[in-house]
């Protein structure tokens, strides 16, 4: 079992801005693809972002693209994200996850395997 945890959620206004951040420990996970799935109540969770192991290779959700960042730091194990302009649809429990990434006749995705607890995170009007 490998731990993810993440930190940086909490109330946000209205086209402000988060950064998220997941700590990971295991030597593992230094060659997993690593991402954030969000949960809004009532809705099934949803990728937002993913980057993949020594390449970097970086996969957005249409929702987030152009507004959002995804970076590792393999050597401090810890995995972030950055979102600006926020919406109330943004709010959502976000999620910490390591998987592959499979390439399918769709194109890449992210497949997670391990999650972390989650963080919540609330945007006010």
């Known amino acids: 079992q490998f731990e993810l945890v993440e930190s940086g959620g909490g109330l946000v206004q209205v086209g402000g801005s988060l950064i998220l951040s997941c700590k990971y420990s295991?030597?593992?996970?230094?060659?997993?693809?690593l991402g954030w799935f969000r949960q809004s109540p009532g809705k099934e969770r949803e990728f937002v972002a993913s980057?993949?192991?020594?390449?970097?290779?970086?996969l957005y959700s249409d929702s987030v693209k152009g507004r959002s960042t995804i970076h590792r730091d393999d050597a401090s194990g810890a995995l972030y994200f950055g979102m600006n302009s926020l919406e109330p649809e943004d709010a959502a429990v976000y999620y910490c996850a390591a998987g592959i990434l499979e390439r399918g006749s769709h194109g890449p995705s992210f497949r997670p395997f391990y999650w972390g607890q989650g963080t919540q995170v609330t945007v006010s009007s």
């Open positions: 980057i993949g192991a020594s390449t970097d290779e970086t």
């Open positions: 295991s030597r593992a996970l230094l060659h997993a693809t």
